[in-house]
């Protein structure tokens, strides 16, 4: 009759450190797929928010924009601090986010843009919430502050004026970041939530 070995205590810490390597390799792959998935959904949003930029400046009116950074002095905008804004509990009336409600409910004056931002899904807009607007009409809806769009991890996606998004670290280097033709543009902090740590940002005019 033959005799039975039983595993060894080494044997049974290989098994379990193999069955761990592949739990871990298993997860690291699901980390990726999401953050994928994540960076694609973002882009789908700056899309968004590209074409109601582009419908906008199509009339002329970036000078308008431009006017509401200029005159509080913001322009290029800090990415460093509107990193720090947004990763505090927001205020009724934060101001770097405040700038992009105004910028939004400048484009909102426009139907199209208003069916633009009718499709998307109500998880994607945050509302201004130190503001109530009045049904329509009176005010005129460009006196309104707009929505914000979140990116895929909840984060506002932000107006850069003409002057860039300054401060901005890519590869090391810290830089001011300005669209190829430059215009404004609206910008996605990326998988880390953060505007200053440029390695993941996303922008609207690389779409």
């Known amino acids: 009759m033959r005799q039975r070995h039983a595993?060894?205590?080494?044997?049974?810490?290989?098994?379990?450190?193999?069955?761990?390597?592949?739990?871990?390799?298993?997860?690291?792959?699901?980390?990726?797929?999401?953050?994928?998935?994540?960076?694609?959904?973002?882009?789908?949003?700056?899309?968004?928010?590209?074409?109601?930029?582009?419908?906008?400046?199509?009339?002329?009116?970036?000078?308008?924009?431009?006017?509401?950074?200029?005159?509080?002095?913001?322009?290029p905008l800090d990415a460093t601090k509107a990193t720090s804004y947004i990763e505090l509990p927001l205020p009724p009336h934060d101001a770097y986010l405040d700038f992009t409600h105004q910028v939004m409910g400048q484009l909102l004056a426009l139907p199209a843009n208003r069916a633009i931002t009718s499709k998307l899904p109500a998880e994607q807009l945050k509302n201004d919430p130190g503001y109530s607007p009045p049904p329509p009409p009176p005010p005129p809806l460009h006196d309104a502050h707009g929505p914000l769009i979140l990116d895929a991890g909840g984060?506002?996606?932000?107006?850069?004026p003409s002057g860039g998004l300054s401060n901005v670290t890519v590869g090391g280097t810290v830089k001011t970041i300005t669209s190829p033709d430059g215009r404004p543009f609206f910008a996605a902090a990326g998988n880390d939530g953060k505007f200053d740590a440029g390695d993941d940002n996303i922008y609207s005019f690389e779409n």
């Open 155 to 160: 984060v506002p996606i932000i107006y850069v």
């Open 7 to 75: 595993f060894t205590l080494i044997e049974m810490l290989v098994v379990i450190g193999i069955l761990m390597l592949l739990v871990g390799m298993t997860f690291l792959g699901l980390n990726a797929y999401r953050g994928t998935m994540e960076s694609k959904a973002t882009r789908v949003s700056l899309e968004n928010c590209r074409a109601m930029l582009n419908e906008y400046l199509q009339k002329g009116q970036v000078a308008t924009l431009d006017a509401i950074y200029i005159s509080a002095g913001v322009s």
